[in-house]
């Protein structure tokens, strides 16, 4: 007689290996990992195959699932149904929801392998401009040039994955007016940079998704401080990071595993050559940098 409960067919007061309510956001991965003591070694091994295409689940059905891991179709129904889920299928919408969290929260997820990535990638980027330019016009984008122009000095604030293109900002900025910071500084913190600001200069916050903790909090500081603060983020932040003088939302969706950034930039665009557009003597501050490039070197020579 077959005592062992993870042998057991389901139905015959064989104990669930997971929780009743396994969609319960706890993910399939979490499932697996914490019944799986509890496994004999047929539905080890099955796990083992899951948790290498966890990311992928959805690309398979119930009897690909069985050629791969070597089990039968019905071991696999039983492994999910001790799980907790009334099927494969019930498992991997979990998966398939789990992953689009992921995603959404801007974790990088592997998923099946695109057959052409390149027009892949271009049809996400294009995606995202549109997006981004149905609410980058110029009722967004002008008070925020307008800001930067006049602005006695400008912080641009950017932690993580947002520093590539807070300091593409700040550099763009730069050439158009001077007194453009950015920060933090390698190794360093951001108060020494905040705590100069006043309600006659300005900063812009960069905080695309994956922000740090204590992002709101600086958002919020420097709103406290009466300065005037741009946000840069993508449309997920307004739930996080709700107060702001002004705000700049760019979708960073990509169709692969990371996010992706060319609407960003574009945007970092659009708004420096606003700005520029506004600097009484931009002309002169573009000349005053070319010539710094060439008495200093830095810059290979142009041959038209």
Do not use: W
Not at 70 to 76: D, L, Q, R
Not at 153 to 182: D, K, T
Not at 197 to 205: E, K, R, T, Y
Request: aromatic share 4%; glycine share 8%; hydrophobic share 45%.
């Amino acid at each position: 007689m077959d005592t062992d409960p993870r042998t057991r067919p389901p139905g015959d007061g064989a104990e669930h290996l997971g929780p009743a309510d396994p969609t319960a956001d706890r993910g399939l991965e979490v499932l697996i990992q914490d019944a799986y003591d509890a496994m004999g070694p047929v539905e080890r091994h099955l796990a083992d195959v899951v948790l290498d295409h966890v990311n992928d689940l959805a690309a398979y059905n119930a009897a690909e699932l069985a050629t791969l891991s070597g089990a039968s179709k019905a071991t696999v129904s039983r492994f999910f149904r001790r799980l907790g889920f009334e099927s494969f299928a019930a498992a991997r919408q979990s998966a398939r929801h789990t992953a689009r969290s992921l995603r959404a929260a801007g974790v990088p997820v592997p998923g099946t392998a695109l057959a052409d990535p390149v027009p892949a990638h271009a049809s996400a980027v294009e995606e995202n401009l549109r997006r981004a330019l149905a609410t980058l016009d110029r009722g967004a984008v002008d008070p925020v040039a307008d800001l930067l122009a006049r602005a006695g000095q400008v912080v641009v604030v950017g932690f993580r994955n947002s520093y590539p293109v807070a300091l593409h900002l700040r550099e763009q900025l730069l050439q158009a007016r001077p007194r453009v910071a950015l920060a933090p500084q390698p190794g360093q913190s951001v108060g020494e940079e905040l705590a100069q600001l006043g309600p006659g200069d300005a900063a812009v916050c960069v905080g695309f998704r994956r922000r740090p903790a204590g992002f709101a909090a600086v958002v919020d500081l420097l709103l406290d401080a009466g300065v005037p603060t741009v946000l840069l983020t993508d449309p997920g932040a307004r739930r996080h990071v709700p107060r702001a003088t002004h705000r700049l939302e760019v979708p960073v969706d990509g169709c692969g595993a990371f996010d992706d950034y060319g609407a960003a930039m574009t945007t970092v665009c659009v708004l420096a050559d606003a700005v520029l557009d506004r600097v009484a003597d931009g002309r002169e501050r573009i000349d005053a940098v070319a010539r710094a490039y060439r008495a200093s070197g830095e810059l290979e020579e142009h041959r038209a």
